[in-house]
């Protein structure tokens, strides 16, 4: 998951969380409430086949095993990196295990790769301390040592607020916004603090060094107080701006530089990075399909991102989407009679440094984007679904209800709006005009894994997952096999 | 902490804990039960002023203002380095600004030093990965890089059960016991899994070495997730043994190596140490007194260590018991009547690696060790104390019990067995047959940071760190106060 789409989020209601909790350990628990299904929608044999999926798919540890088999097998996969080539063969050759029957790749040229390299960084005074430090995703490197003292902006709104010129000459800038101490207000989530904390991660090198500083540092965007730096990516140099070093430093260092401040007396760091932007690389979006028995110019388009930061190993950013994804629609694919509508996983490229893929992909099926029936895709982790909502054409919305009530004993709300709009790169999709559907997660530990070493195969939860996964499987399973235009 | 005395701890009962937890909000509530003072053991003058001094400390911050000053201002302080002259200076100055009328060193020589270096670990086949490794403390290096397959022992024992001579030559031994799966037997402590864990990472480079292994790893003796390897200390090489590297890796990357290994094919990895041992070193024992108003050859001794490891800032292991035991000494000095025997604070040296300051200090305090009244240590991290337990003589029983009526509104038990031994350094005054007290902490979190980058200030719990320091004053308090012989 990158920056984006994550400020106006929807606050998730409590009770719906508690709901989701007491239904934990009660998979296939009855429907309760006005959920008899309307046969009128939906046919008994389809809402049958429908409930027997969702029970196979609570019990089947497919998306466990899928994103055990990513994480060893390949690991970390940034664009560019030996991993992502290493991933483009892992992807079809699962696919082609999993028993899709169509699995190509399509071509996304990067037009820079980078090299992480090392980052470390000291305070050298008033107290010696060593700093966890890491680079933002294609920060230029410090090209030996760089030593400045360290200046405090609460937000990049602050920062904004100092002349531009070379008011911040010889200094490094050190914006300490903490996603962790930000409240929602009403009606926003806590996804909105992440949203916040991106802003100085995108842009604050720029503004910066507008302002004569020599590299900015920013507190982690994150959740936890471990003591890693939390990477990502910002939105890339400006001509006519000096390209100056950008880099996160962790929660607990942070606040230990906070503390030294509050004395009163100067603190110098000393940071060396030996992060370089190199030459273009060439990657690829990957896509198996299962084609339907009625032809294959019509599909259902499950979604997920490819890539992963360098650091950890892609567990929940984004193993779990990939894993659930993959198994969802292997699990549609397994039925006793081959969906009628085809449908297709595409693992998109470069989703971590901004859509990169996806907007491939866009230009590659300009043509076709009319055959894409409905989407969706998982970034939120391997947590479970707590809401389900469309964003589909009017007469498509009581369809899609009479869907929802198939997958309502999972513990999974509602959403009354019609608004979704497609998580992650399924949001350029959206954007165009394709049917969505937003299966909001529960990610209440997301943000403390996320973009650091610590997202690894032991952060997932296997019952959460086969959750996850059986919510999907069920929908686009009716889906497949219901005549609808969703676009109407 | 460092490996020893914790395979034979009792498990705190659960309705303890919950008891601390109600009583989390409601410092100074009223004693319940039978918990009227005697006052024909404690006088009415003395209880009221260990009321008044119990809801004093709960009020003041003094205990976490100390922590934040030696996490920030020294930081980590492994005994022979840098941090540790810092801390040296920083503990005689904290003394003098906290009223310590008698502050001084005791030196403590160390028969060798060790850098730590660096340490850099990777899966070369059948899948590349980078790999979270540290050194365990005063391993030597790899002298480059160290190539070789990995075999798995779940123990020390099925190490062990490994015929000695070459059997193992060319490979690295990796122990994989995990204490995060280990279930305490009755009346266990989840502690004693902490003891099992130490057993390979106190002899596992001797015994892997006896078998003509290349090197050890260890999975890290912890209860997190995190992708931290735990340091700690071996028990040092042997004669005639050959010298191999030993270190431990985090447990997402134990997992990773096992789930590599389920797959059938041989693991090579590449290790480099940069790890060195080192020349003699000086150190010290830091000591501050209260004096008491009849004179100072009679003292109550509040102990804690002053090392740490050195990758966090020693935070909890141990910032909490220099901080808590300095804290309850300067508060009851402060009380209205300078106290009648003298409070002696001992922050020993070098617990990490083997008590070594607390022998040195045994060795120059034989003749008057009989002037060491009643002795207790924090090592257990800032948490709450659930449970008090003597190990005085038989007639003095009564008289702690008596005393200790008046923390019991702190939610703490009494552990009705009279045979405290004392903990982490001070054990070795008990053993001697100094009086101790234990004040058994929760702990519930201490094993997830402990000896990683992640012991850090931010871990600290303010109002448990002020729970804990009130609990010490309140009892030495009274324990100056009152003309008992402990022994007896």
Same mark, same amino acid.
């Given at each position: 998951m990158n920056n984006r789409n994550y400020e106006n989020q929807i606050k998730t209601p409590f009770a719906i969380l508690l709901c989701t909790a007491i239904l934990a350990s009660t998979a296939g628990a009855q429907p309760t409430g006005n959920l008899k299904i309307d046969h009128s929608i939906i046919s008994s044999e389809i809402a049958d086949n429908a409930v027997l999926l969702r029970e196979r798919a609570l019990l089947d540890n497919l998306s466990v095993d899928i994103v055990e088999s990513l994480t060893t097998e390949v690991g970390p996969r940034r664009i560019g990196t030996d991993g992502d080539k290493r991933v483009i063969e892992w992807s079809q050759a699962k696919f082609r295990e999993l028993? +899709? #029957?169509?699995?190509?790749?399509?071509?996304?040229?990067?037009?820079r790769g980078w090299t992480r390299g090392e980052a470390r960084a000291e305070i050298l005074s008033p107290y010696p301390h060593n700093i966890v430090m890491t680079a933002l995703g294609y920060s230029v490197g410090t090209e030996g040592d760089l030593v400045g003292e360290l200046v405090e902006f609460k937000s990049l709104e602050d920062l904004e607020a100092v002349p531009e010129g070379d008011s911040l000459k010889g200094k490094i800038a050190f914006v300490s916004y903490s996603m962790s101490d930000f409240v929602p207000e009403p009606?926003?989530?806590? +996804?909105?603090?992440?949203?916040?904390?991106?802003?100085?991660?995108?842009?604050?090198h720029v503004v910066a060094a507008k302002r004569g500083a020599e590299a900015i540092i920013i507190r982690s965007v994150g959740t936890d107080n471990n003591r890693y730096a939390h990477t990502g990516s910002g939105y890339g140099y400006v001509d006519d701006v000096k390209k100056i070093p950008a880099a996160a430093v962790s929660a607990p260092d942070a606040i230990l530089i906070?503390? *030294?401040?509050?004395?009163?007396?100067?603190?110098? *760091?000393?940071?060396?990075?030996?992060?370089?932007?190199?030459?273009?690389e060439?990657?690829?979006?990957?896509?198996?399909?299962i084609t339907g028995r009625e032809g294959s110019d019509n599909y259902l388009v499950l979604a997920a991102h490819v890539d992963s930061w360098d650091e950890g190993t892609g567990a929940i950013d984004d193993g779990a989407g990939v894993a659930s994804m993959m198994a969802a629609a292997a699990l549609i694919g397994r039925m006793e009679q081959q969906p009628r509508r085809s449908i297709r996983v595409v693992l998109f490229a470069g989703e971590e440094i901004g859509f990169y893929g996806v907007n491939v992909y866009m230009e590659q099926h300009e043509d076709d984007i009319g055959e894409h029936i409905l989407g969706a895709e998982v970034d939120g982790g391997g947590g479970r679904i707590h809401t389900l909502t469309s964003g589909v054409g009017e007469q498509s919305v009581p369809v899609v209800h009479e869907m929802y009530k198939?997958?309502?004993?999972?513990?999974?709300?509602?959403?009354?709006?019609?608004?979704?709009?497609?998580?992650?790169?399924?949001?350029?999709?959206?954007n165009a005009g394709m049917p969505v559907l937003d299966f909001s997660q529960n990610s209440n530990d997301y943000f403390d894994y996320h973009h650091t070493p610590n997202d690894t195969f032991d952060k997932i939860v296997p019952e959460d997952m086969r959750f996850l996964t059986a919510a999907y499987?069920?929908? +686009?399973?009716?889906?497949?096999? *219901? #005549?609808?235009?969703f676009r109407q």
């Amino acid at each position: 998951m990158n920056n984006r789409n994550y400020e106006n989020q929807i606050k998730t209601p409590f009770a719906i969380l508690l709901c989701t909790a007491i239904l934990a350990s009660t998979a296939g628990a009855q429907p309760t409430g006005n959920l008899k299904i309307d046969h009128s929608i939906i046919s008994s044999e389809i809402a049958d086949n429908a409930v027997l999926l969702r029970e196979r798919a609570l019990l089947d540890n497919l998306s466990v095993d899928i994103v055990e088999s990513l994480t060893t097998e390949v690991g970390p996969r940034r664009i560019g990196t030996d991993g992502d080539k290493r991933v483009i063969e892992w992807s079809q050759a699962k696919f082609r295990e999993l028993g +899709f #029957d169509r699995v190509w790749t399509e071509e996304v040229i990067l037009d820079r790769g980078w090299t992480r390299g090392e980052a470390r960084a000291e305070i050298l005074s008033p107290y010696p301390h060593n700093i966890v430090m890491t680079a933002l995703g294609y920060s230029v490197g410090t090209e030996g040592d760089l030593v400045g003292e360290l200046v405090e902006f609460k937000s990049l709104e602050d920062l904004e607020a100092v002349p531009e010129g070379d008011s911040l000459k010889g200094k490094i800038a050190f914006v300490s916004y903490s996603m962790s101490d930000f409240v929602p207000e009403p009606g926003q989530s806590e +996804f909105a603090g992440y949203g916040l904390g991106t802003r100085a991660r995108g842009r604050g090198h720029v503004v910066a060094a507008k302002r004569g500083a020599e590299a900015i540092i920013i507190r982690s965007v994150g959740t936890d107080n471990n003591r890693y730096a939390h990477t990502g990516s910002g939105y890339g140099y400006v001509d006519d701006v000096k390209k100056i070093p950008a880099a996160a430093v962790s929660a607990p260092d942070a606040i230990l530089i906070q503390n *030294m401040m509050k004395r009163g007396e100067p603190l110098t *760091m000393k940071m060396n990075l030996t992060s370089e932007i190199t030459g273009p690389e060439k990657s690829a979006n990957i896509i198996g399909e299962i084609t339907g028995r009625e032809g294959s110019d019509n599909y259902l388009v499950l979604a997920a991102h490819v890539d992963s930061w360098d650091e950890g190993t892609g567990a929940i950013d984004d193993g779990a989407g990939v894993a659930s994804m993959m198994a969802a629609a292997a699990l549609i694919g397994r039925m006793e009679q081959q969906p009628r509508r085809s449908i297709r996983v595409v693992l998109f490229a470069g989703e971590e440094i901004g859509f990169y893929g996806v907007n491939v992909y866009m230009e590659q099926h300009e043509d076709d984007i009319g055959e894409h029936i409905l989407g969706a895709e998982v970034d939120g982790g391997g947590g479970r679904i707590h809401t389900l909502t469309s964003g589909v054409g009017e007469q498509s919305v009581p369809v899609v209800h009479e869907m929802y009530k198939l997958i309502a004993p999972l513990g999974i709300a509602w959403g009354d709006s019609n608004d979704a709009r497609g998580a992650s790169d399924i949001s350029v999709l959206g954007n165009a005009g394709m049917p969505v559907l937003d299966f909001s997660q529960n990610s209440n530990d997301y943000f403390d894994y996320h973009h650091t070493p610590n997202d690894t195969f032991d952060k997932i939860v296997p019952e959460d997952m086969r959750f996850l996964t059986a919510a999907y499987a069920t929908i +686009f399973y009716m889906a497949a096999e *219901m #005549d609808i235009d969703f676009r109407q």
